[in-house]
């Protein structure tokens, strides 16, 4: 009766927590937990909720004190995206915590992270571990004296107007972005060794962070283009994190609102904020920059089948299927730099793969005269799109005792020095025994 118990609860709770994760048909991110600190975010940033909402994904709000949260059960994660709209929590509720988020990072799924003058020691620790450093000062802003909103002319100048995009086209879309981003929050540095992080949105050369209540009695710690207001991750696994410095950035009232930068004149309707945002998110949950790899073959020229070793000098061909996930369907991929190693201990042969524009890249080369355990090998890396590690096992073997070539053509000398020398003794022998 007790057993049967168990598996009744275990039936109900799969029921009622379906796993998620991503399907090999589908890489974007569709359960997606928000944890606020108030609920009045929920409608203060319905536009933003509402877009995604729109794309498909289902939002699952919750405060991020609620003591019933949970990431996973049974050892199944219930979400495949968390967004982190409560800067100031000091501890979440439930089995949330730090060692939590960073686990469900490193099972491949994503997280939005926003952060704001309040942001607790939680939330900059969360970000350390992710690869960016909030200003250690609580108390500093971004401040910008020749690149603020019109509208901030009074203030402090930290409502920025931010024009400092990344180029990249994966990430922010093929669209320009046209109006400034509207920017209210704290600076982050990112250390330039960290091929992971990327800065989307960069301060301008005359921002520094600091606290626009009081005087610098120091020389601020971020400055300048050093500071980065929005970054992405893309993890080795392929998880993808966006760190913002500015809550209010995702806003009802910055996605509406209009900003024309100090001195110029141009006065747009509308900040870029909703447009910056759409595109930005479309790539932290893989609606852009996935791609994938089939079929990948291998076998000697003229042959169909995948052969179990190869022979020295024999001559084969690779290929491998490509192809980018659209948002709703997968298109094949087409570059020009994705390349292939025959691999034993180091690379004995690199080549540059073809493409036919249909997705299937191909090259043909001879297996080297070194016989062994060689790797098929692709690493493919390349910004903002995820990348790929294809390997496959082959041994490599030597020529057999009578696949060697009866003779060799560049051994005619010395087979004519050895049948001279027979020819030559044979001479002498006669001219040594019979004559007188």
């Known amino acids: 009766m007790f057993r049967r118990l168990i598996i009744l609860t275990l039936i109900v709770s799969s029921i009622a927590f379906p796993c998620s994760g991503f399907s090999p048909e589908d890489p974007t991110s569709r359960q997606v937990l928000v944890l606020l600190d108030d609920f009045a975010l929920k409608s203060s940033h319905s536009l933003y909720f509402k877009a995604l909402q729109n794309r498909g994904y289902n939002l699952d709000f919750k405060l991020a004190d609620d003591p019933k949260i949970a990431l996973q059960r049974y050892g199944q994660y219930l979400y495949d995206a968390l967004i982190l709209f409560s800067p100031s929590i000091d501890r979440f509720g439930g089995s949330v915590d730090v060692a939590g988020i960073l686990d469900f990072v490193d099972s491949g799924r994503d997280l939005i992270l926003a952060a704001d003058a309040s942001a607790s020691g939680l939330i900059r620790e969360i970000a350390t571990e992710c690869g960016v450093d909030f200003d250690e000062d609580p108390s500093a802003l971004v401040i910008d004296h020749t690149r603020y909103a019109v509208s901030d002319a009074e203030g402090g100048h930290t409502l920025i107007a931010a024009t400092d995009f990344i180029q990249s086209e994966i990430i922010l879309g093929s669209k320009t972005i046209e109006a400034p981003i509207l920017f209210h929050g704290i600076g982050h540095s990112v250390n330039p060794a960290n091929s992971l992080v990327l800065k989307v949105l960069s301060a301008s050369p005359a921002a520094y962070s600091a606290n626009p209540k009081s005087k610098l009695s120091d020389p601020p710690a971020l400055t300048g283009s050093a500071i980065s207001l929005v970054s992405v991750i893309q993890a080795r696994n392929n998880a993808r994190i966006l760190i913002s410095g500015s809550l209010s950035m995702f806003s009802n009232r910055f996605f509406r609102s209009g900003v024309q930068k100090a001195g110029n004149p141009t006065q747009h309707d509308k900040a870029g904020n909703e447009q910056f945002l759409t595109e ?75 493409t036919n524009q249909q997705g299937v890249y191909y090259t043909s080369f001879k297996v080297p005269d070194v016989y062994g355990v060689f790797q098929f090998k692709v690493e493919y890396q390349r910004p903002g799109y995820t990348s790929l590690s294809l390997s496959k096992q082959i041994p490599v073997r030597p020529f057999r005792h009578n696949e060697y070539e009866r ?30």
């Open 280 to 354: 930005i998110c479309k790539w932290v949950f893989h609606e852009r920059g996935h791609l994938k790899a089939i079929n990948v073959t291998h076998h000697r020229v003229g042959q169909a089948d995948e052969p179990s070793m190869y022979r020295i000098n024999d001559d084969l061909e690779y290929s491998v299927e490509i192809f980018e996930w659209s948002g709703t369907s997968w298109e094949p991929y087409t570059a020009d730099d994705v390349q292939v190693q025959f691999y034993m201990m180091s690379p004995y042969i690199l080549k540059t793969l073809s």
């Open 407 to 436: 003779f060799l053509t560049a051994a005619f000398p010395y087979y004519g020095a050895s049948f001279s020398m027979m020819t030559g003794f044979f001479v002498f022998s006669l001219a040594y025994l019979y004559n007188k």
